[in-house]
T-cell receptor
Framework: AQTVTQSQPEMSVQEAETVTLSCTYD???????LFWYKQPPSRQMILVIRQEAYKQQNATENRFSVNFQKAAKSFSLKISDSQLGDAAMYFCAYRSKDSGGSNYKLTFGKGTLLTVNP | NAGVTQTPKFRVLKTGQSMTLLCAQD?????MYWYRQDPGMGLRLIHY???????AKGEVPDGYNVSRLKKQNFLLGLESAAPSQTSVYFCASSGRLQSSYNEQFFGPGTRLTVL
């Protein structure tokens, strides 16, 4: 079974600076999807960015980018020019592409709580 | 487009009481999911459905039942609530798996407390 590990329970960053959140995963599959979700105090789960494993180019969405290292099974999230509204819990998630298995299911890490200091 | 909605948003139950959480989606999605979120545990899948009339167990199904009588609705039932079921419950939906990424869209959550 796949597992997702977020080794930083909490992180903090100064407004306007850059922060990187770590995520590693364990899988025997060669193709899959990876996601970062943001959960602000409102509780709403918001998709931040996504990456398909066979795509070597790192995904970017405005101030959010990932560093996808497939061999190392690492999928870190970089937030540039941090804003107060970025303060939230961030979850890394994995989805299999295996058509015969659990490709419906998201496996989540335990989350990293990001604080943005003014 | 309301997306995914959940009712109620908050609920307090006594041990042994029963209740049903309702999830509705207006995106014509095939797949629907129920997760629970506990502090330090991330989200864990309770049950899911791959289409109208079908349901299946996830990681933590014990103590819960589900039904999907209509494509747009997915109900989560607690027959005899226990304090261990105190949690925040999220519903999610997604389209066909063949679609790229098959992104899951989440509802706003239901905070349930069992005394």
């Amino acid at each position: 079974a796949q597992t997702v590990t977020q080794s930083q329970p909490e992180m903090s960053v100064q407004e306007a600076e850059t922060v990187t959140l770590s995520c590693t995963y364990d899988t025997s599959e060669s193709d899959y999807y990876l996601f970062w979700y943001k959960q602000p105090p409102s509780r709403q789960m918001i998709l931040v960015i996504r990456q398909e494993a066979y795509k070597q180019q790192n995904a970017t969405e405005n101030r959010f980018s990932v560093n996808f290292q497939k061999a190392a099974k690492s999928f870190s999230l970089k937030i540039s020019d941090s804003q107060l509204g970025d303060a939230a819990m961030y979850f890394c998630a994995y989805r299999s592409k295996d058509s015969g298995g659990s490709n419906y299911k998201l496996t989540f890490g335990k989350g990293t709580l990001l604080t943005v200091n003014p | 487009n309301a997306g995914v909605t959940q009712t109620p948003k908050f609920r307090v139950l006594k041990t042994g009481q029963s209740m049903t959480l309702l999830c509705a989606q207006d995106m014509n999605h095939e797949y629907m999911y129920w997760y629970r979120q506990d502090p330090g545990m991330g989200l864990r899948l309770i049950h899911y459905s791959v289409g109208e009339g079908t349901t299946a167990k996830g990681e933590v199904p014990d103590g819960y039942n589900v039904s999907r009588l209509k494509k747009q609705n997915f109900l989560l039932g607690l027959e005899s609530a226990a304090p261990s079921q105190t949690s925040v419950y999220f519903c999610a939906s997604s389209g066909r798996l063949q679609s790229s990424y098959n992104e899951q869209f989440f509802g706003p959550g239901t905070r349930l407390t069992v005394l």
